[in-house]
T-cell receptor, first 113, second 115 residues
Framework: EAGVAQSPRYKIIEKRQSVAFWCNPISGHATLYWYQQILGQGPKLLIQFQNNGVVDDSQLPKDRFSAERLKGVDSTLKIQPAKLEDSAVYLC???????????FGSGTQLSVL | AQSVTQLGSHVSVSEGALVLLRCNYS??????LFWYVQYPNQGLQLLLKYTSAATLVKGINGFEAEFKKSETSFHLTKPSAHMSDAAEYFCAVSEGSGTASKLTFGTGTRLQVTL
């Protein structure tokens, strides 16, 4: 079966610019997650969707980060404006349900200069 | 609040030697515990999970982990390391399957396997 698809694979931007990441989960997976993985740290959950709705966004910096999941399938994560400390790998994951095994994409590596 | 601590950011073993990666957890309720592996330029992949059934959990690729409540530990082991096991390993905790089912990851342990 096809895995979780993410694009772009790499992105380099200057601080204060905007950037968007795209995720296509495994077909039929109701739950979608965005994680931020800073170098040397474990992944940190930014936002969790159950179908179209947000289940948990308690660690999402809402003044600059936003995410949406249209029609309960694809999702985009946006940063506007970016800061140096946003440099990280952004991982998308999906699961059949919120309590099931997570499948991760390969991530988008963001460098903010 | 739930958390996990992974002891040792880097572990090096010889091919054929025992692999032991350490993880200690903190949770206010009986936890669900996970080990994920991340190969270079790939996403995380679930190795195994503990969900309050048997305390010894067997996973993929010959890995297993034992839940020890008295030690609040969930160490990952493999009897004989293979070169293909070189990767980064993450321990994670979830406080059950209720509303607090968010996964919290440790900082990771990079496993190096030498000839």
């Amino acid at each position: 079966e096809a895995g979780v698809a993410q694009s772009p694979r790499y992105k380099i931007i200057e601080k204060r610019q905007s950037v968007a990441f795209w995720c296509n989960p495994i077909s039929g997976h109701a739950t979608l997650y965005w994680y931020q993985q800073i170098l040397g740290q474990g992944p940190k959950l930014l936002i969790q969707f159950q179908n179209n709705g947000v289940v948990d966004d308690s660690q999402l910096p809402k003044d600059r980060f936003s995410a949406e999941r249209l029609k309960g399938v694809d999702s985009t994560l946006k940063i506007q404006p970016a800061k140096l400390e946003d440099s990280a790998v952004y991982l998308c994951a999906s699961s059949l349900d919120r309590y099931e095994k997570l499948f991760f994409g390969s991530g988008t590596q963001l460098s903010v200069l | 609040a739930q958390s996990v601590t992974q002891l040792g950011s880097h572990v090096s073993v010889s091919e054929g030697a025992l692999v032991l990666l350490r993880c200690n957890y903190s949770s206010s309720v009986p936890p669900y515990l996970f080990w994920y592996v991340q190969y270079p330029n790939q996403g995380l992949q679930l190795l195994l999970k503990y969900t309050s059934a048997a305390t010894l959990v067997k996973g993929i690729n010959g890995f297993e982990a034992e839940f020890k409540k008295s030690e609040t530990s969930f160490h990952l082991t493999k009897p004989s390391a293979h070169m293909s096991d070189a990767a980064e390993y993450f321990c994670a905790v979830s406080e059950g399957s209720g509303t607090a089912s968010k996964l919290t990851f440790g900082t990771g342990t990079r496993l190096q396997v030498t000839l």
